[in-house]
């Protein structure tokens, strides 16, 4: 890989009401509004060359990749490592009461219903990213969710993951060079070795 192409999905059903969905078997699509936003984004990307679109197994990211590369003959790559984080009991309340949960215990700690903590979904990620890393396509689109965006453009700026991160815009475009994107995967990688908040102690997963 030369660059990778970093895109959050279209509004969903869920996001548009504030709802989480962590579990790929829960068929959440795109609305109206989120079918727009995946269009504009194919449109930003028009003149781009696209050698693989890589994306999670959530329908959200499939449809928003399908739409944004329509009439385009894009190998694609879907990578469970790229899912979104599983939340557990959690799964169709609102971010809020999630975040509510988060706030209030360590990056090992694992959400109600046994879903994953903070740390394994980094650790997640950081797979997904170096296996990417490694294609030998040039240019990867990755369709995929707002926490591995906002962990990956936070880890370019020397920011590790916090307990509560901020949302990545629909379906927007965030173009970065392979070795951003090493470099933000190493720091993410280090940061699972010894996991601690902004301002608290390491955990001990």
Do not use: C
């Amino acid at each position: 890989m030369k660059t990778a192409i970093l895109a959050r999905h279209g509004e969903s059903e869920y996001s548009a009401r504030g709802a989480v969905n962590g579990d790929p078997r829960i068929v959440v699509r795109l609305t109206d509004r989120g079918r727009g936003e995946a269009q504009r984004l194919g449109e930003e990307l028009a003149s781009e060359r696209i050698d693989l679109a890589a994306t999670s197994e959530f329908a959200r990211a499939i449809e928003t990749a399908d739409i944004a590369l329509a009439g385009r003959q894009v190998l694609r790559l879907v990578l469970p490592e790229l899912n979104d984080i599983g939340i557990g009991e959690f799964e169709g309340k609102t971010l809020d009461e999630y975040r509510g949960w988060a706030r209030s215990f360590p990056p090992d700690a694992v959400s109600p219903g046994g879903a994953e903590s903070r740390v394994s979904a980094v650790r997640r990620y950081v797979a997904a990213f170096r296996r990417l890393l490694e294609r030998p396509e040039e240019t990867i689109l990755v369709v995929a969710h707002s926490l591995p965006i906002r962990y990956v453009l936070n880890a370019v700026d020397k920011l590790g993951p916090a307990p509560e991160m901020a949302l990545v815009e629909h379906a927007k475009a965030y173009p970065l060079p392979a070795r951003a994107l090493r470099l933000a995967t190493d720091r993410l990688d280090a940061w699972t070795s010894e996991p601690v908040w902004p301002g608290l102690g390491a955990s001990n997963e």
